[in-house]
């Protein structure tokens, strides 16, 4: 009989074959809110990241191209 495949639990998001090791963390966008925080500040300008799940050691080329 043949061999079952395991899926990995966080399949990398490019391969999807190997178990991720990372988020991408790449910015894609900026924001602005006018929130506070804990001391009455304005938080103002924040980044958006993709934080696609991914292999660094196989995957992290393709990221590059």
Known sequence: M?????MPKYPCTFCRKNEATQLCDFV??????????????????????????YLQRVCHNSLLV
């Open 2 to 6: 043949g061999k079952v495949a395991v």
């Open 28 to 53: 894609v966008g900026y924001s602005w809110t006018s929130a506070k925080d804990e001391r009455g500040r304005m938080i103002g300008r924040y980044h958006e990241t993709c934080d696609n799940a």
